[in-house]
């Protein structure tokens, strides 16, 4: 069984007094069992202050997690904030692990996964991850050598994202080391209970016109019925001006062959040449739909999917896309504050989302692991 607790700080200038407020909050003289693991998200400035390390270093246990540019947990809800869940264990084990995503990240995801595995004679039941946000390697690629190197453990989590245009500060943590081009994993042991369960779309704001995907390459959509990406956005109405002031509220909708349910897919940008760079695969035979996205739609998706899958003396790990607080506007706080309100004292963690990592059953209810935008995901622990 894994049990939870939660602390968060303002304090972004005065690493003692941050240390202090969590250390306080948690009071892990009474809380804490025989094996724990926190999960944290931040703002990047608590790394510039020293106030995050400082935290770190004075838990007894691994810390892993990312910065995001806005968080949640303990009925809190801000940008510059600490959050951190503590998970705790009498007969669950946590691992972490660190992987340079580098020129040889195959080789570096298979070796050191390889190493983990040898630390135990059992395979871990669950991953939580948290991926680089970086442009040499799209975390789709990242994601099936992971499943390559583990045999399709469950993996949950998000990219790393924050505040800046260019994401210049976007990080991964690993115990209160940020880490710019490295994937950050924490293996859970034993017989944990978990389930998933993500909110993506309207479904009503999907329109009901298919396409299939007649190429691509990778992330890069080249093909779509025979046409450019550029021609058949075109042909089904949408105007230049259109796509280039829309591009980040005109989600592709991906049905892959073999799964249940749809994945999302942004659009980052249309090329000269009238090809989409999107940020997923986009692999060639499925079938893509155009969705919308606005913010009645972001509120009403969170709260269908996670009124029914809160339960009491659960733990909830949540990972909302940057798309979806962008659809928020001057109201980018209310899907946090709904996470909150639902979750009511169950102990969560919310975060900004670069991308989430989300299992999804296949026909055989077999879980796979995907890669999601425009999603709200949501893991329970227990």
Known sequence: ????????????????????????????DKNLLKNSLGIISCFSEFNETGVLKAICDALPFDCIGATSCLCASNKEVDQMIFAITVLTSNDCIFQTTAIPITENYKDSISSSISKLFEKSSDKPKLFLSYFPLINTVGCDVILTEINKATGDIPLFGTMAVDHHMDYSTANTILNGEVCRETLVLGAIYGNPKFSFELASLNENKVRKQKAIITASDGNILTGVNGKTVLEYLEEIGLTKCDITRGLGIIPLVIEYNGSTRPVARAIFAITQEGNAICGGTMPTGATLSIGRVDMEDVLYTTEKTLRPFVEKETTLLVYSCMARYLALDADNYTEAKKVSEIAGDSPYIFACSGGEICPLPDAQGRLKNFFHNYSIVFCKLS
């Open 1 to 28: 069984m894994i049990k939870s607790f939660s602390a968060t700080t303002r304090e972004i200038e005065d690493a003692q007094a941050a240390v202090a407020e969590i250390t306080a909050t948690l009071d892990l």
